[in-house]
């Protein structure tokens, strides 16, 4: 008898431990991640009965809820929602949400740990729950500018202060009116989304940090660059054969420059005169001699293969570290195995600019109580030294080269009386079903002034502008880049 007793004693305190395991799981381990599962409608009303926190730009909410005569007192909407969507994303009844609404959730519905004190005031004082407001650190006159400048070009623009960090604008196109999956009415509101998710051209990624990730074409020279300079084994001088084309090593492939000539007149072309040009030959070359291993360890410092949040989730830029000769070659003028974001490149151009130091980039200035009072002011945060001050002069007088030179290759990012610094790209995508190119990807980053910069921008534009192969960096990304400068410069 007491061997059975002590048998179901045992059932019994297993089947205890295991109610006690499967509900510490549920209530601690996946508590958030139940809470914010679209199919937990219980969690989704209560969320609406609370006032939302506004996001902020310039001090003017583009993301607010406001009171609504239905079960869910309150409704999310954005004003001038297509500029600011790829930045605010979306919050929905039964699709989740995106963007800040998600990186930012648990300050703008008032759960964070840092507004416990004010939830306890508010409940004792009667006062109705209302979550924080989020001041963002984009200036709205440089943010439509780029908007304005992107046209109907599919791709993105960035700009921020290389000093602080601070993003001053980011836009992505074709971008989406986010009111649209904002609706109470979720038929309305799935079929809006089955339409976006449909739409082959991608509306709901934000180029400017993620998304199929395109190769940076010659913007990553200033990569290449930088790695010679930093080695001491290279200098503005430093010479290339010039006879206008290079053999891949183990190829029968030659790496041509675009336009199928020499860089330059003479039999030795320079490293200046390859960056200004923007000639492939010099590079590849460079690049070989270096080896991968030293080009991957100088893009790491510009972050590329490193986790960034700003606090949107940034997708990694790429740059292989062991690579063969030819793939070498080929990643030293920005395709075969490197891949970059619009930020990515950006902060390139804010390293140089700043003197060798890379600040982090970030997009939220501060959060607000409902009193006024600051929970949380962004500081800001050098991320590394990517190169040494000399070698930021150095490639800074460079660029300045490919945008004022008779030669250089982004003529069309000068303006009058600003001593701009900069650098286009032009990449290929390979070959369509019937062996035609297919349209190249158009870059430019940069920064201005260059004896004091006040902003870094890169800019990409896909499908080449809608010309196919005839779009050119110079003749449509620069020209971008330099309107939002000028927006930067004419505040």
Not at 33 to 41: S, Y
Not at 354 to 369: A, D, T, Y
């Amino acid at each position: 008898m007491n061997k059975q007793i002590k048998r179901v004693s045992i059932v019994i305190f297993v089947m205890f431990l295991s109610i006690m395991t499967s509900s510490t799981i549920i209530q601690a381990v996946e508590a958030d991640t139940l809470a914010q599962d679209p199919r937990n409608t219980r969690t989704v009303e209560e969320g609406y009965k609370i006032e939302r926190g506004a996001i902020l730009v310039g001090g003017v909410p583009v993301a607010e809820s406001v009171p609504v005569d239905d079960k869910y007192r309150f409704q999310r909407v954005y004003s001038q929602g297509e500029l600011y969507a790829p930045i605010t994303g979306h919050l929905t009844l039964t699709k989740g949400k995106t963007g800040l609404e998600e990186a930012m959730n648990k300050e703008l519905s008032g759960t964070s740990d840092t507004q416990f004190i004010d939830k306890i005031t508010r409940i004792v004082t009667g006062q109705q729950p209302q979550g924080a407001s989020v001041n963002l650190t984009i200036n709205p006159a440089v943010q439509q500018a780029a908007y304005d400048a992107l046209g109907e070009n599919s791709g993105a623009a960035v700009a921020f202060d290389p000093k602080t960090g601070k993003i001053l604008a980011m836009v992505s196109k074709p971008t989406y009116d986010p009111n649209l999956l904002a609706s109470h009415d979720e038929d309305a509101v799935q079929t809006a989304y089955d339409t976006l998710i449909a739409d082959p051209a991608g509306p709901f990624f934000n180029r400017s940090i993620r998304g199929d990730l395109n190769h940076p074409g010659s913007t990553f020279k200033l990569v290449v660059a930088a790695t010679g300079l930093e080695s001491g084994e290279y200098s503005p001088s430093s010479t290339f054969p010039n006879t206008g084309g290079y053999q891949l090593p183990q190829s029968e492939s030659i790496i041509q420059n675009s336009w199928r000539g020499t860089c330059g007149p003479g039999q030795t072309t320079t490293l200046e005169m390859g960056l200004t040009m923007s000639c492939n030959t010099p590079f590849a070359e460079m690049g070989v001699e270096m080896g991968s291993e030293s080009i991957h360890d100088q893009a790491e410092k510009f972050w590329f293969n490193k986790d960034l949040k700003i606090p949107l989730e940034v997708t990694p830029s790429k740059f292989d570290r062991n690579m063969d000769g030819a793939s070498t070659a080929l990643s030293s003028i920005g395709q075969k195995d490197v891949i970059a974001t619009p930020l990515q490149m950006a902060m390139v151009s804010a390293a140089i600019a700043n003197g060798g130091k890379l600040m982090k980039p970030q997009l939220v200035e501060s959060v607000v109580n409902p009193n006024l009072t600051t929970l949380r002011s962004y500081q800001e945060e050098e991320l590394s030294t990517a190169m040494k001050p000399e070698t930021a002069k150095t490639l800074t007088d460079m660029m300045i080269e490919v945008v004022s030179s008779p030669n250089g290759s982004a003529k069309t990012a000068r303006i009058d009386g600003v001593s701009v610094a900069g650098k286009t790209g032009t990449a290929e995508n390979g070959n369509d079903a019937s062996d035609n190119p297919k349209p190249y990807t158009l870059w430019f980053t940069g920064f201005a002034p260059a004896e004091n910069p006040k902003v870094a921008v890169a800019v990409v534009i896909e499908n080449g502008g809608g010309l196919g192969t005839a779009g050119t960096s110079e003749g449509i990304a620069a020209p971008i880049g330099k309107k939002v400068i000028e927006a930067v410069l004419n505040q």
